[in-house]
């Protein structure tokens, strides 16, 4: 099957798309839910196959099990009582917001779908709930390259789907919360923290600390968390970040510095921290916007710098037809997600049938609530500016390319490409596999010269397909697929 329609699709399963596909399939005709996972959950509820089968316990690593089991549930009816489509391990590669009205996906495959159920090639929506979901904010660091280095998100999906922790002694630096989580699930597993590395100093929650208040789940998650570090005598090391990562083959030891405010180590307080086998790096999460951008839809950075979509009361972008939720709208967490994810599934089911969105008062205020707790988080763990004057000339900022900090100053600096996508002209930094994902971030630092951080967040996040795809994917006719 080539094509296929839909009145509502939702891209996306994790807390946000999952909602959204439960409140939509309860309103209107034709849903499809579209995720790139082989099993629904998003990377906040990444699990393992046996986790999804009737009566097993919530994995001890998981938080909001219940709320995704009743999720998981909903789309489970839905889809048995023919209203739901879902299509698991399914990229969208692009999104076209048509003249006529609507929209039309370009799908492909990832690698791990199932052959005998292909998934349409073209998918045609009259409304589309974009939950893309968000990844690793990566910054350089000398030695990041090592093997044994991970993103700390990455280090907490290997113990969800594995159920082991990805090395015998961790370290987790960055900053924000949740280097809590990760160090909690590496613990779970078995294994051992050696330190948390927090490169602020935690005063910004002082002026913001009522914020606390209106989500108290968050200061009970963290109680859980500090305890259970303390319980294993985790040192919790604030307004310090790793200023180098040693080892030959792989990470063998990390060295640690105390930090100015702006995140620079300060000279002369270098120590070293031996016996490390794996680290796990993170400053936060960027939301996936390349579809969004794709679309024309307006964008804004938030608190944190990232680039998030503008929307309005009932999640609807700037697009006619087209809703956002999740962290597309700026990072909140998973209970945040799932309020803005059934605003969206209800308004965009709303415009397809002409009935009332009947929005929830109580997810306008848990969509209000934790917008104002991330709000409060951002300002008091802010990812270090300071991190440039940390790496040297022969740091590698972008991984698949392999160019180093010094190619890209010096083209800044000499050939006046002063952004990124210039920069990614002259010295192909952003085109590598992962088309900027990863070193992203840092090329927004680094190209802002030429029009400010927001037209830079947007140039790292527009590109005409979404993920790279091969020519049998990009061929019209199926037979030419190798």
Do not use: N
């Not at 090639?121 to 690793?136: E, K, N």
């Amino acid at each position: 099957m080539r094509e296929a329609d839909a009145q509502v699709v939702v891209i996306g399963g994790g807390p946000a798309g999952l909602a959204a596909a439960v409140e939509a399939a309860r309103r209107a005709d034709s849903v499809v839910l579209v995720d790139a996972g082989p099993r629904l959950g998003g990377q906040f509820w990444r699990h393992g196959a046996k986790d999804e089968l009737p009566g097993a316990p919530a994995p001890r690593w998981h938080h909001g099990w219940s709320t995704f089991q009743e999720l998981h549930d909903g789309v489970r009816e839905a889809a048995t009582a023919g209203v739901l489509r879902i299509l698991p391990s399914t990229h969208v590669a692009a999104v076209d917001a048509l003249e006529e009205g609507g929209f039309a996906l370009r799908l492909a495959p990832t690698p791990e779908a199932d052959p005998s159920a292909p998934a349409p090639r073209t998918l045609r929506a009259q409304t589309v709930v974009l939950c893309p979901g968000a990844y690793d904010r990566q910054l350089p660091v000398p030695g990041w390259t090592l093997p044994g280095v991970m993103a700390a998100g990455g280090v907490q999906a290997f113990v969800k789907v594995q159920e082991r922790s990805p090395g015998d002694r961790v370290l987790l630096a960055g900053t924000g919360p949740f280097l809590l989580a990760a160090a909690a699930s590496v613990l779970q597993a078995g294994a051992q923290v050696v330190a948390v590395v927090e490169s602020g100093d935690l005063t910004g929650w002082v002026p913001r600390g009522v914020t606390g208040a209106l989500v108290p789940g968050k200061g009970v998650e963290g109680a859980h968390y500090a305890a259970l570090l303390a319980k294993h005598r985790v040192p919790y090391l604030r307004k310090q970040v790793v200023s180098r990562i040693l080892g030959e083959d792989r990470v063998s030891a990390v060295e640690i510095s105390q930090a100015d405010r702006r995140g620079a180590r300060l000279p002369g307080t270098a120590r070293r921290l031996e016996d490390v086998d794996v680290v796990g790096l993170g400053w936060g999460f960027v939301p996936q916007a390349e579809l969004l951008v794709q679309t024309g839809a307006a964008t804004r950075l938030d608190v944190d710098g990232s680039l998030v979509g503008l929307v309005d009361g009932e999640q609807a972008s700037t697009v006619p037809g087209l809703f956002l939720a999740g962290e597309i709208t700026g990072v909140t967490g998973a209970v945040g997600a799932v309020a803005e994810g059934r605003l969206a599934g209800r308004a965009a089911a709303a415009r397809c049938t002409g009935r009332p969105a009947d929005a929830s008062r109580q997810d306008r205020l848990a969509r209000a609530r934790h917008r104002l707790f991330a709000r409060a988080m951002h300002h008091a763990h802010p990812a270090p500016e300071g991190w440039v004057e940390e790496a040297d000339d022969s740091t590698v900022v972008c991984r698949c390319e392999e160019v180093t900090l010094g190619e890209i100053t010096a083209a800044r600096d000499s050939l006046q490409a002063e952004d990124p996508r210039s920069l990614k002209g002259v010295t192909r930094a952003g085109m590598g596999m992962c088309q900027g994902r990863i070193c992203g971030a840092a090329m927004v630092c680094l190209g802002s010269e030429g029009g400010g951080r927001l037209e830079a967040a947007r140039a790292v996040a527009k590109r005409p397909l979404a993920l790279p795809l091969t020519v049998g994917q990009l061929s019209e006719d199926e037979e030419s697929s190798p």
